[in-house]
């Protein structure tokens, strides 16, 4: 099979405008698809209609790019939000996959037919989606992806979201695209920063001296979205056994991850990736030293959920 092979799936469903299963949120952009054919779970309305977020950036991101979307997806979806992306290398896999990894429903919106398996790499995240998410786009099973779909792809990614996160990506990327169309479309677009004079920090850094929202945990991003209307539909980020675990372990005053190892009995890898998780979250703080304290979020009440000021 190729790269752009056909899939076996469960098959789209073309939701027109006109019908009542379409997405309410794209029904007031200035551009909606006049037919959005959709493949997974449950009804097409389903996950739409309710508060969601798009993660978006770099094909070839690095290591740090890959845990930043992964967390916001995961921490995301905790949250009870819907994180849509392009089903992309880099950035927009990894934050499909952490909003997987929480249980939370993923949208991957996709520049060819649902059928079409485009990148090929990313088949088996494209398996998982179908199973708990669903895949949508524009074009009738069969269609394959050309360059000119991707930013006629990228404007219903910004169109089922309250707003954008752009992290990482080059001044040419095609998160761009998407950042612009959700301007277009009165949504709020956020980036995360990178270091200066990096190639794919350029994207986000133009975004921000543009006036784009800097995010450097979930919480600068649930903070400034306009939900307040459905801010009762929302969960506080769940607290997983294992993080409650490292946050335990701080307030009993192991601060360096041998400590919390020889605590806890965990393995220092699996430490290393809790730890990650709470920082972007805001529930722990790294200091000098490798030694790290709970931040601002992490004491009692810290996961009350999101709150102005």
Excluded: C
Aim: aromatic residues 4%; charged residues 25%; positive net charge.
């Amino acid at each position: 099979m190729t790269e752009r092979g056909r899939s076996g799936g469960l098959g789209s469903r073309p939701v027109r405008f006109d019908e009542a299963a379409y997405p309410r949120p794209l029904r007031h952009i200035f551009d909606p698809p006049a037919i959005l054919f959709i493949e997974g779970r449950g009804e097409p309305g389903e996950g739409f209609d309710g508060v969601a977020v798009a993660v978006v950036g770099a094909r070839d991101a690095t290591s740090a790019g890959l845990a930043m979307a992964r967390g916001l997806g995961r921490a995301l979806a905790e949250s009870g939000i819907a994180v849509v992306s392009g089903l992309a290398l880099g950035i927009d896999g990894a934050a499909h996959e952490g909003a997987l990894e929480a249980g939370g429903l993923t949208v991957a919106v996709v520049a060819s037919g649902t059928d079409v398996i485009y990148p090929w790499r990313n088949r088996g995240l494209r398996a998982e989606i179908l199973r708990r998410g669903l895949v949508v786009g524009e074009w009738p099973p069969g269609t394959r992806p050309r360059p000119s779909y991707f930013p006629q792809r990228n404007r219903i990614i910004s169109g089922l979201a309250l707003g954008v996160v752009v992290v990482e990506a080059t001044a040419r990327s095609g998160a761009l695209s998407t950042a612009r169309s959700a301007l277009e479309q009165g949504r709020e677009v956020f980036a995360v920063p990178g270091p200066a004079g990096a190639p794919r920090a350029a994207g986000p850094h133009a975004l921000l001296k543009q006036g784009a929202r800097l995010v450097e945990t979930v919480h600068d991003v649930l903070d400034e979205l306009p939900f307040d209307a459905l801010r009762s539909t929302l969960r506080p980020p769940a607290e997983a056994a294992s993080t409650a675990q490292i946050v335990r372990a701080l307030g009993e005053g192991a601060p360096t991850v041998d400590a919390i190892a020889a605590r806890t009995g965990r393995k220092i890898e699996e430490i290393w990736g809790d730890l990650l998780d709470l920082e972007l979250r805001g529930r722990v703080l790294r200091g000098p030293g490798g030694r790290f304290v709970l931040g601002p979020r992490g004491g009692p009440g810290a996961a009350e959920g999101p709150r102005k000021g």
